[in-house]
Protein backbone atom coordinates (compact mmCIF):
# COMPACT_ATOMS: atom_id res chain seq x y z
CA UNK A 1 0.00 0.00 0.00
CA UNK A 2 1.36 3.54 -0.74
CA UNK A 3 0.37 6.25 1.24
CA UNK A 4 0.58 9.46 -0.92
CA UNK A 5 0.18 11.68 2.15
CA UNK A 6 0.71 11.92 6.09
CA UNK A 7 -1.95 12.39 8.22
CA UNK A 8 -1.79 14.84 10.22
CA UNK A 9 -1.42 15.03 14.40
CA UNK A 10 -4.86 16.03 16.15
CA UNK A 11 -3.86 19.15 18.72
CA UNK A 12 -4.20 17.38 20.73
CA UNK A 13 -1.79 14.42 20.25
CA UNK A 14 1.78 13.36 22.16
CA UNK A 15 4.88 14.02 20.60
CA UNK A 16 8.11 13.46 22.11
CA UNK A 17 9.70 16.67 23.56
CA UNK A 18 13.67 17.03 24.42
CA UNK A 19 14.01 18.51 27.43
CA UNK A 20 16.95 20.29 28.92
CA UNK A 21 18.66 18.82 32.23
CA UNK A 22 20.11 21.66 34.26
CA UNK A 23 23.32 20.89 32.55
CA UNK A 24 22.60 22.05 29.06
CA UNK A 25 22.04 25.18 27.74
CA UNK A 26 20.75 25.38 24.13
CA UNK A 27 21.60 28.43 21.84
CA UNK A 28 20.92 28.77 18.39
CA UNK A 29 23.83 29.34 15.53
CA UNK A 30 21.69 30.06 12.77
CA UNK A 31 18.14 29.40 11.75
CA UNK A 32 18.76 25.84 10.66
CA UNK A 33 20.47 24.37 13.27
CA UNK A 34 20.71 24.47 17.11
CA UNK A 35 23.44 23.66 19.04
CA UNK A 36 23.76 22.23 22.31
CA UNK A 37 26.39 23.46 24.38
CA UNK A 38 27.11 21.01 27.41
CA UNK A 39 27.92 22.69 30.91
CA UNK A 40 29.05 21.22 34.10
CA UNK A 41 27.36 22.16 37.19
CA UNK A 42 29.57 21.72 40.27
CA UNK A 43 28.67 20.65 43.44
CA UNK A 44 32.43 21.13 45.28
CA UNK A 45 34.98 23.51 45.28
CA UNK A 46 37.33 20.52 43.50
CA UNK A 47 39.62 21.92 40.80
CA UNK A 48 37.53 19.38 38.64
CA UNK A 49 34.96 17.44 39.22
CA UNK A 50 37.07 14.14 38.86
CA UNK A 51 40.70 14.08 40.17
CA UNK A 52 43.07 11.40 39.52
CA UNK A 53 46.09 11.16 41.89
CA UNK A 54 49.04 8.54 41.32
CA UNK A 55 51.79 8.05 43.18
CA UNK A 56 51.34 4.93 45.00
CA UNK A 57 53.66 1.93 44.07
CA UNK A 58 51.56 -0.86 45.61
CA UNK A 59 47.75 -1.34 46.17
CA UNK A 60 45.80 1.26 48.76
CA UNK A 61 44.21 -0.33 51.70
CA UNK A 62 43.34 3.02 53.31
CA UNK A 63 42.19 6.56 52.52
CA UNK A 64 40.80 9.52 54.70
CA UNK A 65 39.86 12.64 54.64
CA UNK A 66 41.69 14.89 57.38
CA UNK A 67 38.73 16.62 59.81
CA UNK A 68 38.93 19.76 58.07
CA UNK A 69 38.80 18.64 54.62
CA UNK A 70 42.13 20.53 53.24
CA UNK A 71 44.56 17.18 52.97
CA UNK A 72 43.87 13.30 52.67
CA UNK A 73 45.92 10.30 53.43
CA UNK A 74 46.78 7.35 51.91
CA UNK A 75 48.53 4.58 52.40
CA UNK A 76 48.78 0.43 51.80
CA UNK A 77 51.05 -2.39 50.07
CA UNK A 78 54.16 0.20 49.42
CA UNK A 79 54.20 0.80 53.02
CA UNK A 80 54.36 4.77 52.59
CA UNK A 81 51.66 6.84 53.71
CA UNK A 82 51.49 10.26 51.56
CA UNK A 83 49.39 13.24 52.35
CA UNK A 84 48.04 15.06 49.66
CA UNK A 85 46.04 18.52 48.97
CA UNK A 86 42.39 18.45 48.70
CA UNK A 87 42.12 21.36 46.30
CA UNK A 88 44.05 22.62 43.53
CA UNK A 89 46.04 19.88 41.61
CA UNK A 90 45.49 17.77 44.29
CA UNK A 91 49.44 17.80 44.82
CA UNK A 92 51.22 15.29 46.93
CA UNK A 93 52.76 17.21 49.86
CA UNK A 94 54.60 14.60 52.54
CA UNK A 95 55.79 11.18 52.00
CA UNK A 96 55.52 9.15 55.82
CA UNK A 97 57.72 6.23 55.73
CA UNK A 98 58.71 3.93 58.79
CA UNK A 99 56.52 0.82 58.59
CA UNK A 100 58.44 -2.55 57.34
CA UNK A 101 54.95 -4.68 56.61
CA UNK A 102 51.42 -2.58 54.69
CA UNK A 103 49.78 0.00 55.75
CA UNK A 104 46.17 -1.81 56.52
CA UNK A 105 44.43 1.31 58.09
CA UNK A 106 44.79 4.68 58.98
CA UNK A 107 42.91 7.51 60.65
CA UNK A 108 43.55 11.41 61.45
CA UNK A 109 43.14 12.16 65.45
CA UNK A 110 39.90 14.53 65.91
CA UNK A 111 42.54 17.56 66.02
CA UNK A 112 43.54 16.38 62.92
CA UNK A 113 47.56 17.04 63.79
CA UNK A 114 48.72 13.20 63.66
CA UNK A 115 47.62 10.18 62.13
CA UNK A 116 47.69 6.63 63.62
CA UNK A 117 48.46 3.29 61.58
CA UNK A 118 47.95 -0.57 61.77
CA UNK A 119 50.88 -2.42 60.22
CA UNK A 120 51.69 -6.23 58.97
CA UNK A 121 54.72 -5.43 60.64
CA UNK A 122 52.56 -6.46 64.16
CA UNK A 123 52.90 -2.41 65.02
CA UNK A 124 50.68 0.63 65.21
CA UNK A 125 52.43 3.84 64.51
CA UNK A 126 51.56 7.67 65.73
CA UNK A 127 53.13 10.56 63.19
CA UNK A 128 52.91 14.08 63.26
CA UNK A 129 51.74 15.47 59.98
CA UNK A 130 53.61 18.62 60.44
CA UNK A 131 56.99 16.83 60.85
CA UNK A 132 56.52 14.03 59.30
CA UNK A 133 57.66 11.69 61.67
CA UNK A 134 56.40 9.03 63.52
CA UNK A 135 56.74 9.69 67.03
CA UNK A 136 55.16 6.41 68.76
CA UNK A 137 55.66 2.96 68.02
CA UNK A 138 53.59 0.72 69.16
CA UNK A 139 54.26 -3.01 70.29
CA UNK A 140 52.25 -6.09 71.53
CA UNK A 141 50.39 -7.68 68.54
CA UNK A 142 52.03 -11.13 67.94
CA UNK A 143 51.37 -10.93 64.40
CA UNK A 144 49.23 -8.88 61.64
CA UNK A 145 47.79 -5.87 62.55
CA UNK A 146 44.11 -5.41 60.39
CA UNK A 147 42.85 -2.52 61.63
CA UNK A 148 42.52 0.67 64.61
CA UNK A 149 40.32 3.09 65.41
CA UNK A 150 40.42 6.13 67.49
CA UNK A 151 38.13 8.05 69.92
CA UNK A 152 35.90 10.80 68.56
CA UNK A 153 36.60 12.81 71.68
CA UNK A 154 38.29 13.30 75.03
CA UNK A 155 41.97 11.57 75.58
CA UNK A 156 43.30 9.68 72.64
CA UNK A 157 43.09 6.12 72.72
CA UNK A 158 43.03 3.66 70.14
CA UNK A 159 41.24 0.09 69.70
CA UNK A 160 43.20 -2.18 67.37
CA UNK A 161 42.50 -6.02 65.95
CA UNK A 162 45.00 -8.64 64.97
CA UNK A 163 45.18 -12.14 63.47
CA UNK A 164 46.66 -13.06 67.09
CA UNK A 165 42.73 -13.06 67.91
CA UNK A 166 42.85 -10.14 70.69
CA UNK A 167 41.72 -6.49 70.94
CA UNK A 168 44.27 -4.24 72.10
CA UNK A 169 43.38 -0.30 73.92
CA UNK A 170 46.14 1.39 73.80
CA UNK A 171 46.64 5.43 75.69
CA UNK A 172 49.09 7.71 73.16
CA UNK A 173 50.83 8.80 75.66
CA UNK A 174 52.41 5.53 77.13
CA UNK A 175 54.61 2.76 74.99
CA UNK A 176 52.23 -0.26 75.65
CA UNK A 177 48.94 -1.52 75.52
CA UNK A 178 46.63 -0.79 78.81
CA UNK A 179 44.03 -4.04 78.13
CA UNK A 180 43.85 -6.59 76.02
CA UNK A 181 40.33 -8.46 74.97
CA UNK A 182 40.14 -12.19 73.46
CA UNK A 183 38.22 -12.07 70.48
CA UNK A 184 39.09 -16.06 70.17
CA UNK A 185 39.00 -15.35 66.13
CA UNK A 186 41.19 -12.89 63.98
CA UNK A 187 39.99 -9.38 64.19
CA UNK A 188 39.44 -7.62 61.12
CA UNK A 189 37.40 -4.12 61.86
CA UNK A 190 37.31 -2.54 65.25
CA UNK A 191 35.50 0.92 66.38
CA UNK A 192 34.34 2.73 69.45
CA UNK A 193 30.83 3.90 69.75
CA UNK A 194 30.13 7.73 70.56
CA UNK A 195 31.55 7.78 74.45
CA UNK A 196 33.85 5.23 74.17
CA UNK A 197 32.58 2.74 76.35
CA UNK A 198 31.80 0.32 74.17
CA UNK A 199 33.95 -1.32 71.22
CA UNK A 200 32.58 -2.92 67.92
CA UNK A 201 34.72 -5.53 66.46
CA UNK A 202 34.27 -8.08 63.44
CA UNK A 203 35.88 -11.15 62.79
CA UNK A 204 36.65 -14.31 60.73
CA UNK A 205 33.29 -15.50 62.59
CA UNK A 206 30.97 -13.45 60.54
CA UNK A 207 29.78 -11.78 64.05
CA UNK A 208 30.02 -8.05 65.38
CA UNK A 209 30.56 -8.47 68.82
CA UNK A 210 29.99 -5.89 71.38
CA UNK A 211 32.30 -5.44 74.17
CA UNK A 212 32.25 -3.86 77.44
CA UNK A 213 35.48 -1.18 77.65
CA UNK A 214 35.25 -1.20 81.84
CA UNK A 215 33.92 -4.49 82.51
CA UNK A 216 35.97 -6.10 79.79
CA UNK A 217 33.23 -8.57 78.20
CA UNK A 218 30.98 -8.95 75.48
CA UNK A 219 27.48 -7.16 75.78
CA UNK A 220 25.89 -8.58 73.10
CA UNK A 221 26.18 -10.24 69.52
CA UNK A 222 24.66 -9.05 66.30
CA UNK A 223 24.61 -11.82 63.82
CA UNK A 224 23.02 -11.74 60.62
CA UNK A 225 26.01 -11.54 58.28
CA UNK A 226 26.99 -15.02 56.56
CA UNK A 227 31.22 -14.40 55.61
CA UNK A 228 33.48 -12.37 57.40
CA UNK A 229 33.23 -8.68 58.33
CA UNK A 230 35.99 -6.36 56.52
CA UNK A 231 34.74 -3.13 57.30
CA UNK A 232 32.85 -1.26 60.66
CA UNK A 233 31.70 2.35 60.25
CA UNK A 234 30.17 4.15 63.22
CA UNK A 235 27.28 6.64 61.82
CA UNK A 236 28.10 10.26 62.44
CA UNK A 237 25.25 10.60 64.93
CA UNK A 238 26.99 7.12 67.07
CA UNK A 239 23.49 5.71 66.72
CA UNK A 240 23.69 3.80 63.71
CA UNK A 241 27.25 0.69 62.95
CA UNK A 242 27.72 -0.21 59.11
CA UNK A 243 29.16 -3.03 58.64
CA UNK A 244 30.59 -4.57 54.86
CA UNK A 245 31.28 -8.32 54.76
CA UNK A 246 32.54 -11.18 52.18
CA UNK A 247 28.72 -11.97 52.12
CA UNK A 248 28.39 -9.07 49.89
CA UNK A 249 26.61 -7.09 52.08
CA UNK A 250 26.30 -4.07 53.86
CA UNK A 251 24.03 -3.88 57.05
CA UNK A 252 22.81 -1.05 59.31
CA UNK A 253 22.50 -1.48 63.03
CA UNK A 254 20.92 0.56 65.82
CA UNK A 255 23.23 0.05 68.40
CA UNK A 256 21.12 2.47 70.90
CA UNK A 257 20.98 1.64 74.33
CA UNK A 258 17.21 0.42 74.22
CA UNK A 259 17.14 -0.93 70.85
CA UNK A 260 14.67 -4.15 69.79
CA UNK A 261 16.59 -7.68 70.22
CA UNK A 262 17.66 -7.75 66.50
CA UNK A 263 19.11 -4.79 65.68
CA UNK A 264 20.03 -5.35 61.99
CA UNK A 265 17.33 -2.51 60.81
CA UNK A 266 18.82 -2.53 56.86
CA UNK A 267 20.15 -4.22 54.35
CA UNK A 268 22.35 -2.56 51.39
CA UNK A 269 23.82 -5.25 48.32
CA UNK A 270 25.12 -4.31 45.39
CA UNK A 271 29.07 -4.60 45.99
CA UNK A 272 31.10 -7.74 44.97
CA UNK A 273 33.60 -9.37 47.26
CA UNK A 274 36.26 -12.11 45.42
CA UNK A 275 38.82 -14.51 45.89
CA UNK A 276 41.27 -11.91 47.06
CA UNK A 277 39.63 -11.88 50.40
CA UNK A 278 40.93 -8.25 50.42
CA UNK A 279 39.02 -6.01 53.67
CA UNK A 280 37.16 -3.80 51.96
CA UNK A 281 35.99 -1.01 54.28
CA UNK A 282 33.22 1.00 54.43
CA UNK A 283 31.98 5.02 55.66
CA UNK A 284 28.90 6.96 55.93
CA UNK A 285 28.38 10.62 54.74
CA UNK A 286 29.02 13.55 56.97
CA UNK A 287 25.02 14.06 57.46
CA UNK A 288 24.38 10.22 57.51
CA UNK A 289 22.43 10.27 54.55
CA UNK A 290 24.67 8.22 52.09
CA UNK A 291 27.13 5.35 52.77
CA UNK A 292 29.31 3.70 50.40
CA UNK A 293 31.92 0.53 50.68
CA UNK A 294 34.53 -0.93 48.75
CA UNK A 295 34.11 -3.46 46.40
CA UNK A 296 35.98 -5.85 44.59
CA UNK A 297 34.23 -5.29 41.26
CA UNK A 298 36.18 -1.96 40.43
CA UNK A 299 32.99 0.35 41.25
CA UNK A 300 32.68 2.94 43.77
CA UNK A 301 29.04 2.23 45.35
CA UNK A 302 27.24 4.88 47.32
CA UNK A 303 23.84 4.16 48.82
CA UNK A 304 20.97 6.45 50.14
CA UNK A 305 20.60 5.26 53.94
CA UNK A 306 16.76 5.84 54.10
CA UNK A 307 16.02 4.23 50.63
CA UNK A 308 18.58 1.38 50.32
CA UNK A 309 19.05 2.22 46.85
CA UNK A 310 21.94 2.46 45.24
CA UNK A 311 22.50 6.53 43.96
CA UNK A 312 25.92 5.94 42.57
CA UNK A 313 28.15 2.71 40.73
CA UNK A 314 31.23 4.70 39.73
CA UNK A 315 33.52 3.52 37.72
CA UNK A 316 37.52 4.47 36.96
CA UNK A 317 39.24 2.14 38.89
CA UNK A 318 41.09 -1.00 36.98
CA UNK A 319 40.81 -2.95 40.46
CA UNK A 320 39.62 -3.74 43.61
CA UNK A 321 38.19 -0.41 45.57
CA UNK A 322 39.40 -1.09 48.72
CA UNK A 323 38.87 1.86 50.91
CA UNK A 324 36.51 4.74 50.66
CA UNK A 325 35.92 7.90 52.77
CA UNK A 326 33.44 10.97 52.35
CA UNK A 327 34.38 14.64 52.46
CA UNK A 328 33.31 16.39 55.95
CA UNK A 329 31.84 19.83 54.33
CA UNK A 330 31.59 18.94 50.62
CA UNK A 331 30.00 16.72 48.30
CA UNK A 332 33.10 14.69 47.77
CA UNK A 333 34.51 11.22 47.76
CA UNK A 334 37.53 9.71 47.91
CA UNK A 335 38.50 5.82 46.46
CA UNK A 336 41.54 3.73 47.20
CA UNK A 337 41.91 0.90 44.61
CA UNK A 338 44.35 -2.25 44.44
CA UNK A 339 45.07 -0.31 40.87
CA UNK A 340 47.72 1.60 42.98
CA UNK A 341 45.38 5.03 42.10
CA UNK A 342 43.37 7.47 44.20
CA UNK A 343 40.11 9.01 42.48
CA UNK A 344 38.54 12.08 43.87
CA UNK A 345 35.09 12.85 42.94
CA UNK A 346 32.28 15.31 43.00
CA UNK A 347 28.52 14.25 43.67
CA UNK A 348 24.73 15.70 43.96
CA UNK A 349 24.66 18.18 46.79
Known sequence: MVVKSKRKADESALVPVVKKTRNEVATTSNKNKAVVEVTTTRTSNLFSPIMLLEGHEGEIFTVEFHPEGQYL????????????????ECENISVLTGHTGAVMELHFTPD????????????????????????????????????VQGVRRGPQTLVSGSDDATIKLWDTRKKNFVNSLNASQPVTAVTFNDTAEQIFSGSIDNE?????????????????????????SLSPDGSYLLTNSMDNSLRIWDIRPYAPQDRCIKVLTGNQHNFEKNLLRCAWSFDGSKVSAGSADRFVYIWDTNSRRILYKLPGHNGSVNDVDFHPNEPVIVSGSSDKQIYLGEIEN
Do not use: P
Not at 73 to 88: E, P, T
Not at 118 to 141: E, F, M, N, V
Open 73 to 88: ASSGFDRKIFLWNVYG
Open 112 to 147: GSHIFTASTDYTLGLWDICSGQRIKKYKGHTTFVNT
Open 208 to 232: VKVWDVRKNEILYTMRGHTDTITGV
